[in-house]
């Protein structure tokens, strides 16, 4: 979502602000806007469109100053248009840049009128802005108005805020909204992303939900969220500057796909020796929980959940245990039942996703055993406020779809599979097998990916379409819903995805000559099933896209497209690996439509409002 960079030091902060901007890009944004501390002066840009837009204007209009905020917005309230851009001003004293929402703006905004205010803007932040100014005129102080503000905001929010009266000092609030201080040599830094500020540290502070900070060039100060002032750890980062570059690809989405042989291998590094999953690898109390683990309830959201769905039916088939999986947006408003000794677990590639973060908030008050996370980032919320954690170790994903995040999250769900299967009747034999295929599927992404050539060809099909269907069985479903996902995503063409079962129950009315068909089709049980179902498509004059098991006949009664798989691949495998093809093909089309791959239109990469 939307992108804060601050700094207070003893140089020009502009070029540090103006980075830190451009390496949050991938998060997907509609304008950006910076202010600049001078003195007791605040000189303020913003401009519609890309960080470059704003250079331009900075090129044109320089500003320099040794204190400063700068913020790219997904727009929630109000239109994108220079007006709403952050960061927003009361009477050029107070600047305020904010992620999240408040949800009582509009009855704040009222009151604020009657009080003389006006606004430029149709946010909620600006409603900060004016509040935060109102309560320093009664205190003359700027942290006093800044915690009475927050006393008064509902919602979610991470703020960062400056004043002209009180230069060379930022105010940063976290409720909900991720925000970050790093800690340099005679400079201070703010953030909602370690990566905005890799390029000048990697020392981290994070602050913990209600948490106020107080940042000035030589000294930092933090109150928790009942106003006492309290030490946060110094954790140094494990990335590096140059982790988010695009190197030779055309695009980090490419760049990312080619990467999940790396990123799945580094994901399974540590974990399985000896033909045995290692259960240290959960967290330190992970033996105890596993052990106690009668059921499982997977939360998340969007490719995440999907991940989930896979993990479902692996649980259920080799761990015979029940497990559900749910949208975040969903668990949240609702009153579940807990079943006894029933482990709780969220994914999310940030581990900031808003929905997905308070779902965990809410089960900790809800009778699970625990709390497990299966994450990206080792710095995010989501980590630090669950007991066990299973990072994916994905490195940086900078491309707003998703693609070896959500490999790895199968293999760090699949790692969970077996932990939990080896309590429940998996015997060693069994499990050394599993862990063997597991160590097998780096090798065998990396022989999907010689496909890339076929599937750039094959996407040709594709680019005069506007709309698509996909079918999966059993397993498989989920991909062909994540395969759907992929292609609505980048290249605007309306996707959905059906258990192939469930043709004939309605969406075979859709299906004619102008309605491509893709399926997956590993050599598995549900595979004459499926054949059954392709023929029907075929009946009715569809076209056929099937990505097939190198064993699978056909035979000449069914028209297809058939692509096959470079390499044969077991049934424990085949979630991940016909993974890949799916990725490409939505990867091709949107190249050859012209989309913005990288930053689809609507859409962000860290959803950190609901």
């Known amino acids: ?56 204007a900075l090129d044109k209009e320089p500003l320099q100053g040794f204190s400063g905020i700068s913020h790219t917005r997904w727009a929630t309230h109000g239109a994108p248009n220079e007006n709403n851009a952050h960061p927003h001003m009361s009477r050029e004293d107070i600047a305020v840049v904010h992620n999240g929402i408040i949800e009582n703006f509009e009855e704040l905004r009222d009151d604020l009128l009657k009080l003389g205010y006006e606004f430029e803007s149709e946010t909620d932040t600006e409603v900060i802005a004016h509040r935060i100014k109102h309560h320093l005129n009664e205190t003359g102080e700027l942290l006093s108005a800044v915690k009475k503000t927050i006393d008064e905001l509902e919602g979610a929010y991470a703020l960062a805020v400056m004043s002209a009266s009180e230069p060379g000092k930022l105010i940063l609030a976290r409720a909900g909204g991720p925000v970050v201080i790093g800690i340099g040599e005679g400079a201070n830094y703010v953030a909602s992303d370690v990566a905005a500020l890799l390029p000048v540290t990697r020392n981290f502070m994070f602050l913990d939900e209600g948490d106020i900070a107080v940042v000035q060039r030589t000294a930092i100060t933090i109150y928790d969220a009942e106003g006492n002032e309290v030490e946060r750890p110094v954790k140094e980062s494990e990335l590096t500057a140059d982790a988010a570059e695009r190197g030779d690809f055309n695009h980090y989405m490419q760049k990312e796909i080619h990467e999940q042989a790396e990123a799945v291998a580094r994901t399974l590094e540590d974990r399985i020796a000896n033909g045995k999953v290692l259960d240290a690898a959960f967290g330190p109390a992970a033996i105890k929980v596993l052990d106690q683990t009668r059921g ?10 999907h991940a989930g769905l896979v993990a479902r039916y692996w649980i259920e088939d080799l761990c015979k245990l029940p497990c559900t999986v749910e949208i975040a947006s969903e668990y949240r408003y609702r009153s579940p039942v807990v079943p006894e000794n029933t482990l709780f677990v969220t994914i999310s590639q940030s581990g900031e996703t808003a929905d997905t973060l308070a779902a965990l908030r809410a089960a900790k008050d809800a009778g699970y055993v625990s709390t497990l996370a299966i994450c990206n980032v080792p710095e995010s919320s989501m980590v630090r406020e669950s007991e066990l954690v299973m990072m994916t170790n994905a490195g940086p994903e900078i491309g707003v779809a998703s693609t070896k995040a959500f490999t790895t999250q199968l293999a760090a769900l699949a790692l969970l599979t077996i932990s939990l299967a080896r309590r429940n009747g998996l015997s060693a034999e069994q499990e050394r097998v599993l862990v063997e295929q597991l160590a097998e599927v780096p090798g065998l992404i990396t022989q999907v990916l010689t ?37 609505k995503e980048i290249s605007y063409i309306h996707a959905e995805a059906y258990a192939a079962g469930e043709l004939k129950h309605g969406p075979l009315a859709l299906v004619d000559e102008d309605m491509p068909v893709i399926a997956v089709a590993p050599d598995d049980d549900l595979l004459e099933k499926l054949k059954g179902n392709l023929h029907e498509v075929d009946a009715r004059g569809g076209e056929l896209y099937v990505f097939a098991d190198p064993r699978v006949q056909f035979g000449d009664r069914i028209g297809l497209h058939d692509m096959r798989m470079p390499t044969l691949v077991e049934d424990f495998q085949a979630p991940i690996i016909y993974t890949i093809p799916l990725q490409l093909l939505a990867y091709h089309v949107a190249v050859l439509k012209g989309t913005d791959v990288d930053q689809p239109r609507n859409l962000a990469k860290s959803v950190t409002v609901e």
């Open 451 to 487: 496909l890339d050539s076929a599937i750039e060809t094959l996407a040709t099909h594709f680019v005069d379409k506007q709309h698509a269907l996909f079918l999966g069985r059993g397993v498989q479903n989920p991909i062909a819903m994540e395969g759907a996902l992929k292609l």
């Open 1 to 56: 979502m939307c992108g804060i960079v601050g700094a207070v030091a003893e140089r020009d902060v502009v070029p540090i602000l103006m980075e830190g901007l451009r390496r949050l890009e991938y998060r997907g944004y509609d304008s950006a806007g910076i202010a600049i501390g001078n003195g007791d002066v605040i000189n303020r840009l913003r401009r519609v469109g890309k960080v470059q837009e704003l250079q331009n």
């Open 296 to 305: 499982v309830h997977i939360v998340a959201c969007g490719t995440s959940y």
